[in-house]
């Protein structure tokens, strides 16, 4: 199955990007920040339990109850769970993702060339190498988890 640019760019998007509210946006900043935390990416900045999402909500209604208005306050504060969780991020290998987003680039937004439009790649494959257990595998799937 092959791919147009429009259906690549959205794909792109919809595993690299945050989602952003309108700047217009009526929603206070901490519903907001609730709602982002709620759709998050990666495992370790979602809700951990439904407790920590109650304990906030219910902080919110308190204050639009008492002044009409919801002020920012620090979400997750009560969130704990209830099982270890190992985090998907991916620590002191920055200059390694760096040297495969590059690539990755490249071939997302080609530039618009005789060789581009032709035939011919102008991207060769990419591979990784290394000895068995030094994180070529993580390194790679890193790149589903770089903000843009």
């Known amino acids: 199955m092959r791919l147009n640019q429009q259906a690549l760019k959205l794909l792109h998007c919809h595993i690299a990007q945050k989602v952003k509210f309108p700047q217009e946006s009526n929603v206070p900043e901490v519903l907001q920040a609730i709602v982002l935390k709620l759709i998050g990416k990666n495992a370790e900045d979602l809700y951990q339990s439904p407790l920590g999402l109650k304990h906030d909500l219910q902080q919110c209604q308190r204050q639009l109850e008492a002044t009409g208005k919801i002020k920012w306050f620090e979400i997750g504060q009560t969130d704990k769970s209830d099982r270890f969780i190992i985090p998907e991020k991916l620590y002191g290998r920055e200059v390694e993702v760096q040297a495969l987003l590059e690539p990755f680039e490249r071939v997302a937004n080609p530039p618009q060339t005789t060789l581009s439009k032709g035939k011919i790649s102008p ?11 030094i994180g070529k595998l993580i390194a790679i799937l890193a790149i589903g988890n770089v903000t843009w």
């Open 123 to 133: 991207n060769p494959p990419l591979g990784r190498a290394g000895f068995s257990g």
